[in-house]
T-cell receptor
């Protein structure tokens, strides 16, 4: 079974530039998550999709971050404009459904450095 | 609000020695508890989970964890570690926010195996 695919693996940008990350979840997984993991901290949920609808985006900084999952499969996360404090690893995960006992499968992440 | 505390940021241990990684959570309601592992340059992977029933949960790679409701703890143990266990370990609790369940994560514990 193919895992969660993310690209790019690494990205370095200057502050105020824009950047986009892509995620392809495991086939058949209805739920997709984007997390931000700052060095030394656990992952923080940015947004959760159920198929192509947003379930939870309460911790997404909507003035600069946006995400979409138009066809209920792939997803993109965009930051515009980037700030220094956005430097982190961005993790995408997927699960079969939203049930709290369902395992989430994670991609390898995209390490973003904002200089 | 629910929270997860991993008491040690790093745990050094000799190869073949036992190890315990500590995790405490705060919650006023029933919870589901998880341990994930992140090997170097890889994504997060589920080690084990507690949903209900027996308080001793066995996971992959010889790890086990014990749910202690009175102490609100979910410590991870392995009787004999191997160099391949070098990784960062994250404890997480599935908590309800409004109408959705969300994983609340600890800050992680780096397990350092000394030869």
């Amino acid at each position: 079974e193919a895992g969660v695919a993310q690209s790019p693996r690494y990205k370095i940008i200057e502050k105020r530039q824009s950047v986009a990350f892509w995620c392809n979840p495991i086939s058949g997984h209805a739920t997709l998550y984007w997390y931000q993991q700052i060095l030394g901290q656990g992952p923080k949920l940015l947004i959760q999709f159920q198929n192509n609808g947003v379930v939870d985006d309460s911790q997404l900084p909507k003035d600069r971050f946006s995400a979409e999952r138009l066809k209920g499969v792939d997803s993109t996360l965009k930051i515009q404009p980037a700030k220094l404090e956005d430097s982190a690893v961005y993790l995408c995960a997927s699960s079969l459904n939203r049930s709290p006992d369902t395992e989430a499968f994670f991609g390898q992440g995209t390490r973003l450095t904002v200089v | 609000a629910q929270s997860v505390t991993q008491l040690d940021s790093q745990v050094p241990v000799f190869e073949e020695a036992p190890v315990e990684l500590r995790c405490n959570y705060s919650s006023s309601v029933s919870v589901y508890l998880f341990w994930y592992v992140q090997y170097p340059n890889q994504g997060l992977q589920l080690l084990l989970k507690y949903l209900s029933g027996s308080t001793l949960v066995k996971g992959i790679n010889g790890f086990e964890a014990e749910f202690n409701k009175s102490q609100t703890s979910f410590h991870l143990r392995k009787p004999s570690v191997h160099i391949s266990d070098t990784a960062e370990y994250f404890c997480a609790v599935s908590g309800k926010t409004d109408s959705n369940y969300q994983l609340i994560w600890g800050a992680g514990t780096k397990l350092i195996i000394k030869p």
